[in-house]
């Protein structure tokens, strides 16, 4: 069965400090996303991503963050300066936009 | 904006027993998507079941059945039999298709007593 993979599975960076996340979606898929999820609280929805551009944003998703597919199967996530509040795990999905979103495993980030 | 309200932060039931978790929403639409997704302790986030807003029947994926009201706008799901394996937190989700962004509830955690 078709999966969505992240990497890293954790990251560890210091406070200022640019990261990139990295998703590889399942290859049919048109539509790609980004969530968040906090500690102990629901997952946000930050970056939908079609035809090669951002469809829609979230408020969280402000001048810190930047999405990217930059060679037709990768699709990252970019946050220029981290700040503590960033420590989250970040979803990558993606979907046909009928049936359900795949998700990824994930990548922890922990910002020090 | 739509929201999605999940009104039990914890629900317990027996093993083998039956539970079902509410889930409500607000949207404007007319046609929409729904899920369930659970999410163990790993943090997976796991399709359980899905609900296309224009089919009247209800879904239904094995010991796992939804109660969709679409005029109440009421989302339910029902576990039947309940296994171990299903403690987890469980994430009722809205969206309207596309590239729509799937909005979540703030979820219940579902604990099984042996």
């Known amino acids: 069965e078709p999966e969505v993979t992240q990497t890293p599975s954790h990251q560890v960076t210091q406070m200022g400090q640019e990261v990139i996340l990295r998703c590889v979606p399942i290859?049919?898929?048109?539509?790609f996303y980004w969530y968040r999820q906090i500690l102990g609280q629901k997952v946000e929805f930050l970056v939908s991503?079609?035809?090669?551009?951002?469809?829609?944003k979230s408020e969280i998703f402000d001048d810190q963050f930047s999405v990217e597919r930059p060679d037709g199967s990768n699709f990252t996530l970019k946050i220029r300066s981290t700040k503590l509040e960033d420590s989250a795990m970040y979803f990558c999905?993606?979907?046909?936009?009928?049936?359900?979103?795949?998700f990824g495993p994930g990548t922890r980030l922990t910002v020090t | 904006a739509q929201t999605v309200t999940q009104s039990q932060p914890e629900m317990s039931v027996q093993e083998a027993e039956t539970v079902t978790l509410s889930c409500t929403y607000d949207t404007s639409e007319s046609d929409y998507y729904l899920f369930w997704y659970k999410q163990p302790p790993s943090r997976q986030m796991i399709l359980v079941i899905r609900?296309?807003?224009?089919?009247?029947q209800n879904a239904t994926e094995n010991r796992f059945s939804v109660n969709f009201q679409k005029a109440a706008k009421s989302f339910s799901l029902k576990i039947s039999d309940s296994q171990l394996g299903d403690a987890a937190m469980y994430f009722c989700a809205y969206t309207g298709g596309g590239a729509d962004g799937l909005t979540f509830g703030k979820g219940t955690h579902l604990i099984i007593q042996p």
């Open positions: 991503f079609y035809n090669n551009e951002i469809s829609e």
């Open positions: 609900q296309e807003a224009y089919k009247q």
């Open positions: 999905a993606s979907w046909t936009g009928k049936t359900e979103q795949y």
């Open positions: 290859s049919n898929h048109l539509y």
